[in-house]
């Protein structure tokens, strides 16, 4: 399974865009980018998937480069209430369905 | 609120007890999945049940026994635990086990174990 890297922490303003990037070297040709978002004493809530290039939803965006080696996922306008940890996961299409969090990403937006 | 709901949200157990966690899914998924959550440490996949069946175990201690009854229950059972299986315990589901499906999580069982 490809082994993800992204920043321990960030902190961001409340309206600001936040980037959050990602570093996935070995994926496969068949492995999915996925981000899950985690407050606190709750579970993790999916947030947005992609393959390539460059997919947006109602809460965020996912820019993937050609190469697939990184990825970033963009919040535009945070709220203090996007607040949490954010995980980068590279899931087998294939698979038993195994997601392997790593440490995430502990975001703090600030008034 | 994400279709899965665990009971109880808290339990506080001593090692000599037997208790059960419980998840219910809503979504009409055919996967479900146990996680545990320690503190300040990533999420660790305990057991996958793809339509019922148990399809993995992530060399989970026996003192954790997963049941999987229907495609929309599933319980952990538990006994004579140790303090350090003091956790928040995770439910999700997905619509089966394969391809990159997403997962939807339910709210955790914050387990104590004194």
């Known amino acids: 399974l490809a082994k993800t890297t992204q920043p321990i922490s960030m902190d961001s303003y409340e309206g600001q865009e936040v980037n959050i990037t990602c570093s996935h070297n070995n994926i496969a040709t068949n492995d999915y980018i996925t981000w899950y978002q985690q407050f606190p004493s709750q579970g993790p809530r999916f947030i947005i998937q992609?393959?390539?290039t460059k997919v947006t939803n109602e809460v965020a965006s996912l820019f993937i480069p050609a190469d697939r080696k990184s990825s970033t996922l963009s919040l535009p306008r945070v709220s203090l209430s996007d607040t949490a940890v954010y995980y980068c996961l590279v899931v087998l299409s294939g698979n038993t369905g195994k997601l392997i969090f790593g440490q995430g990403t502990t975001l703090q937006v600030k008034p | 609120e994400t279709g899965v709901t665990q009971t109880p949200r808290h339990l506080v157990m001593g090692m000599t007890n037997k208790k059960s966690l419980k998840c219910e899914q809503h979504l009409g998924h055919n996967a479900m999945y146990w996680y545990k959550q320690s503190a300040k440490k990533p999420l660790e996949l305990m057991f996958v049940y793809n339509f019922k069946e148990q399809t993995e175990n992530n060399s989970v201690p026996s003192r954790f026994s997963p049941e999987c009854p229907n495609s929309s229950h599933l319980f952990l059972h538990l006994h004579t635990l140790q303090p350090e299986d003091s956790a928040l315990y995770l439910c999700?589901?997905?619509?089966?086990?394969?391809?990159?499906?997403?997962?939807?999580f339910g709210p955790g069982t914050r387990l104590l174990v004194l």
């Open positions: 999700a589901s997905s619509q089966d086990s394969g391809r990159a499906k997403t997962q939807y």
């Open positions: 992609g393959y390539k």
